[in-house]
C-alpha cells in the first residue's frame, strides 16, 4: 500500500524476485488496456519475469467497479496460491483493497492470513518526485498517447479517462489545431495543463494517505 510515486511496484518486484510470488495489481488505473504512460504502469523489463494479474487486462471503456476488482482478485489470489506461490496484492487504490477486505461477501478475513505493508515517504519528498515524474511521462510520450484517444465530446468520467492526465490535456487537444492560436499560446496552454497534472496528482496523494491513516486508525488494520 502507499500513494502513487512511493515505489511500491519496485519493491513488489524485489520481494517477488526473493520469494516465490506473482502479483495482483490493484491500481483502478492500470487494471484497463492502454495509456501506460500516464497510468505509469510498471514495464516488461522492469517486471524481472515476475508474473503480474490484473494489468492492462481490461476494456479501458469498461466500468471496472471495486467489487469487479474483489471477485477478479480472490480468482487470481486462490491461482497463484494453487501454483504454490505467493500473491501480494500491489496498488495505490485503497478503495479496492478496503472493498476486498472488509466486504463479507469475500470473506477475506477468514479465509486468509495477511500483511499490510504501508509504503511511505514524507510529503515534500513525494511531491517534488511526482513533479519529476510527471515530467518523466511527457518526455516519454504522454501528450501524444493521450492524444492518440481524444475525443473533444467523450466522458472523462468513465472508465481509463478518468486518469490524471487525461481530463487535464482536453482544453489543450481541443485548441492546438485551430488557425487562430499560434505556438506561444499553445506552449502556455501545454504548461498549463502539465502544472494540472502535477497539482491533481499531489491531491491524489493526500487523499490517498487520508485513506490509509482512516484503515489504520479507526479500521484497525495491522499496517506496517
Given at each position: ?22 502479483i495482483i495489481n490493484s491500481d483502478k488505473m492500470q487494471v484497463y488496456k492502454g495509456l501506460d504512460i500516464v497510468t505509469n504502469k510498471i514495464t516488461d ?169 482512516r484503515l489504520r486508525n479507526e479500521k484497525m488494520w495491522p499496517i506496517h
Amino acid at each position: 500500500m502507499g500513494a502513487t510515486g512511493t515505489g511500491k511496484s519496485r519493491l513488489s518486484v524485489d520481494l517477488a524476485t526473493h520469494f516465490p510470488a506473482e502479483i495482483i495489481n490493484s491500481d483502478k488505473m492500470q487494471v484497463y488496456k492502454g495509456l501506460d504512460i500516464v497510468t505509469n504502469k510498471i514495464t516488461d523489463p522492469e517486471k524481472q519475469g515476475v508474473p503480474h494479474h490484473l494489468l492492462g487486462e481490461f476494456d479501458p471503456e469498461a466500468d471496472f467497479t471495486a467489487e469487479d476488482f474483489c471477485y477478479q482478485a480472490i480468482f487470481n489470489i486462490e491461482y497463484v496460491l494453487k501454483s504454490g506461490h505467493i500473491p501480494i496484492i500491489v496498488g495505490g487504490s485503497n478503495t479496492y483493497i478496503e472493498a476486498l477486505v472488509e466486504n463479507p461477501v469475500f470473506k477475506f478475513k477468514s479465509k486468509y492470513n495477511c500483511c499490510f505493508i504501508w509504503v511511505d515517504v514524507a510529503l515534500p519528498v513525494l511531491h517534488s518526485s511526482v513533479s519529476k515524474r510527471v515530467d518523466h511521462m511527457v518526455h516519454a510520450g504522454l501528450v501524444d498517447e493521450v492524444r492518440g484517444i481524444f475525443v473533444p465530446e467523450a466522458d472523462n468520467t468513465k472508465g481509463i479517462r478518468r486518469s490524471i492526465g487525461v481530463p487535464e490535456m482536453d482544453r489543450y487537444l481541443r485548441e492546438e489545431n485551430k488557425s487562430n492560436i499560434n505556438e506561444a499560446a499553445k506552449q502556455i496552454l501545454l504548461e498549463s495543463a502539465i502544472e494540472e497534472i502535477k497539482l491533481n496528482t499531489c491531491k491524489l496523494v493526500c487523499c490517498q494517505l487520508e485513506k490509509i491513516r482512516r484503515l489504520r486508525n479507526e479500521k484497525m488494520w495491522p499496517i506496517h
